[in-house]
């Protein structure tokens, strides 16, 4: 089966997949380099709507960047305020504000769209 079409179910991905396999070893800029650039954009596209991938929580989000980057909670703290504030937004006190998410995104080169998505907090005790 050769696709010349969007994929629409498992069978018609497992094919693609099957000549991709085929054509690892293709030029670019030639015919069958054209046709591995094409079945992997059709695959692509499928998997990402057969299997989306959702955005991590925002405040995981954070944790896992500041351990990437080997920064501490006082490394957020020009950004969302005293070491109070930082304690709060991380424990789920207290929600992002606007500059805070500006501040963040920078600082960890996280897309502000992750950190714009609510999330659950807690109640302060």
């Known amino acids: 089966m050769q696709i010349n079409r969007p994929i629409r179910n498992d069978r018609e991905h497992k094919a693609a997949l099957l000549e991709i396999e085929g054509l690892m070893d293709a030029k670019a800029g030639t015919p069958r380099g054209d046709r591995l650039d094409l079945?992997?954009?059709?695959?692509?596209?499928?998997?990402?709507?057969?299997?989306?991938?959702?955005?991590?929580?925002?405040?995981?989000?954070?944790n896992f960047m500041m351990e990437q980057k080997g920064l501490s909670?006082?490394?957020?703290?020009?950004?969302?305020?005293?070491?109070?504030?930082?304690?709060?937004?991380?424990?789920?006190?207290?929600?992002?504000?606007?500059?805070?998410?500006?501040?963040?995104?920078?600082?960890?080169?996280?897309?502000?769209?992750i950190l714009v998505q609510s999330y659950p907090t807690k109640a302060a005790a």
């Open 39 to 62: 079945l992997a954009t059709l695959v692509e596209v499928y998997e990402a709507r057969r299997w989306p991938i959702e955005n991590p929580d925002p405040i995981e989000a954070i």
């Open 73 to 113: 909670r006082r490394d957020l703290e020009p950004i969302i305020g005293g070491r109070g504030r930082v304690a709060e937004i991380l424990n789920r006190k207290r929600s992002l504000t606007l500059p805070m998410i500006r501040g963040l995104a920078k600082l960890l080169d996280l897309p502000a769209d």
